[in-house]
Structure formats: structure tokens, C-alpha cells
């Protein structure tokens, strides 16, 4: 079965500090990855996708890919209090969209 | 219009109404969704539909019937549902369900079932 393990949390971090969120699948034949964010009371919404070993870069958002050790990683520079929310891992293994999502990471920014 | 909309954003029912949840995306995508998400637990996908081709039915008890009449529009028919049923109901959509393909959520209903 494939799986995608996330941390629930909640992870802590001080306003300003650097978020590490982090996230293993099972599926060797994962091809892409997605971090969404769900705040509290809302739908999830895309924030970073990544296909390629190595990183990925958006403003202050990168995700980081390791197919070999299959390990994917979200970290989120200069948090904020409005960063706030449980981010969703997900791994895609081709086929029409088996996407299989982690449980999510709640991450808190503390003013 | 928001990308994807979903109606209603609440539904309380008993265990023997019939009852139905709306969706429709204004982003000319070919393929819609249905998930599920409850408490603790990963979104679970519940059915795909490809350009109104049902292409994945992952298993749902027959008390859910879905229904996509057009690339714009998808229903979700509730009946007889158990308690156990309450959670999030998610509507999403994307292109048209490639590898790379992101997903695009509606804003969901939270259903509860008495």
C-alpha cells in the first residue's frame, strides 16, 4: 500500500525562524510532489510542487527532494504567525492521478 | 467566480434523507474529484472523473453516487448515510489529470450525519 508519513504535530517554530516540515513515501515510482497548505476551517491549497532530486526555491518557501532516501522536505524562512496552518505532503506515482496524501503537519508560528 | 465552488458549505442530516453536494470549476479543467477528509486521517480519494468518464471509484460504498454531467459540474448523492460518514467533502479539479497534474480544491462541506 502506498503511504506518505508525515509528522501531525504541531511543530512550533518562533516568528521569524525557519519551519523544517518533512515528509517520507514508500512508492519508489513517485514521480512528483506537492506541499499543500490548509488553514483551519479551509479547503488545501497548492503552495509548492517539485519533480527533480535537489531544491526548490519560491520565495521564501523551498522543497527539497531526495528520491533515494525518498524524502521530501518543506522549509518555510522568516516565519509568520500567519504561516500558521497543517501542511499536506503529497506524492504522485503516475496512473490517472494516485495522488496519495500524508495526514499533514500542523505548524504553529509563535509571535 | 472562485476557481472551484462547492455547495453547501454545511450539511446536517439524518441517516435516511437523501441529500446532494454541488461542485463546479470555472478553470476549463478536463478532470473533478471527489475526497474525503476526516479527523486524523490522510484525504482519501473517493472518485475521479475524466472529461464525464468516471476513470477511478476507489471503493465507496454505494451510499455515496456521484455524478458529472459536464467538465464543469459534479454532484455527490448522499443517501442512507452512517454516522461514521461526517467529515470534510472535498471537490477538486486539475487539467486533465497528467503526471505533474496539481489539484485545485474547492471549499469543501463539512457534513454531519446524525
Known amino acids: 500500500q502506498k503511504e506518505v508519513e508525515q509528522n501531525s504535530g504541531p511543530l512550533s517554530v518562533p516568528e521569524g525562524a525557519i519551519a523544517s516540515l518533512n515528509c517520507t513515501y514508500s512508492?519508489?515510482?513517485?514521480?512528483?510532489f506537492f506541499w499543500y497548505r490548509q488553514y483551519s476551517g479551509k479547503s488545501p491549497e497548492l503552495i509548492m510542487f517539485?519533480?527533480?532530486?535537489g531544491d526548490k526555491e519560491d520565495g521564501r518557501f523551498t522543497a527539497q527532494l531526495n528520491k533515494a532516501s525518498q524524502y521530501v522536505s518543506l522549509l518555510i524562512r522568516d516565519s509568520q504567525p500567519s504561516d500558521s496552518a497543517t501542511y499536506l505532503c503529497?506524492?504522485?506515482?503516475?496512473?490517472?492521478?494516485?495522488?496519495?496524501f500524508g495526514i499533514g503537519t500542523k505548524l504553529q508560528v509563535i509571535p | 467566480e472562485t476557481g472551484v465552488t462547492q455547495t453547501p458549505r454545511h450539511l446536517v442530516m439524518g441517516m435516511t434523507n437523501k441529500k446532494s453536494l454541488k461542485c463546479e470549476q470555472h478553470l476549463g479543467h478536463n478532470a473533478m474529484y471527489w475526497y474525503k477528509q476526516s479527523a486524523k486521517k490522510p484525504l482519501e480519494l473517493m472518485f475521479v472523473y475524466s472529461l464525464e468518464e468516471r476513470v477511478e471509484n476507489n471503493s465507496v460504498p454505494s451510499r455515496f453516487s456521484p455524478e458529472c454531467p459536464n467538465s464543469s459540474h459534479l454532484f455527490l448523492h448522499l443517501h442512507t448515510l452512517q454516522p461514521e460518514d461526517s467529515a470534510l467533502y472535498l471537490c477538486?479539479?486539475?487539467?486533465?489529470?497528467?503526471?505533474?497534474?496539481?489539484?485545485?480544491f474547492g471549499s469543501g462541506t463539512q457534513l454531519s450525519v446524525l
Open positions: 503529497a506524492a504522485h506515482s503516475g496512473g490517472y492521478q494516485k495522488v496519495t
Open positions: 517539485i519533480y527533480s532530486n
Open positions: 512508492d519508489r515510482g513517485s514521480q512528483s
Open positions: 477538486a479539479s486539475s487539467q486533465d489529470g497528467a503526471t505533474n497534474e496539481k489539484l485545485f
